[in-house]
């Protein structure tokens, strides 16, 4: 089992910056993937960012060029730095943890929230 803790959430004003962290208890396997997903009032669940065991990453259109994920596979944890938060990057922040096809796993933290004031 896998349990995962975001913190860093909160309330900044618009070109603000935030950090957002997870630390997973348990074991995370190099293959596992580590990324972050937000949901907004009444918007469906969307994918932020992911980071590979191999660290190659990927980003949602949206954030490019303002949010970097990066991960400490000693510590167990994933980070997001968020700069340029815009009014629109409000949301619940979730980690996640998936494995490979060959060893399945999907795990969600609890979720942080982020709220970007104008």
């Known amino acids: 089992q896998v349990q995962l803790v975001e913190s860093g959430g909160g309330l900044v004003q618009a070109g603000g910056s935030l950090r957002l962290s997870c630390a997973a208890s348990?074991?995370?396997?190099?293959?596992?993937?580590m990324g972050w997903y937000r949901q907004a009032p009444g918007k469906q669940r969307e994918l932020v960012a992911v980071?590979?065991?191999?660290?190659?990453?990927n980003y949602a259109d949206s954030v490019k060029g303002r949010f970097t994920i990066s991960r400490d596979n000693a510590k167990n944890t994933v980070y997001l730095r968020m700069n340029n938060l815009k009014p629109e990057d409000t949301a619940v922040y979730y980690c996640?943890?998936?494995?490979?096809?060959?060893?399945?796993?999907?795990?969600w933290g609890q979720g942080t929230q982020v709220t970007v004031s104008s």
């Open positions: 996640r943890v998936t494995g490979s096809y060959y060893r399945p796993r999907d795990y």
């Open positions: 980071i590979a065991g191999g660290g190659t990453t």
């Open positions: 348990g074991s995370i396997f190099s293959d596992n993937a």
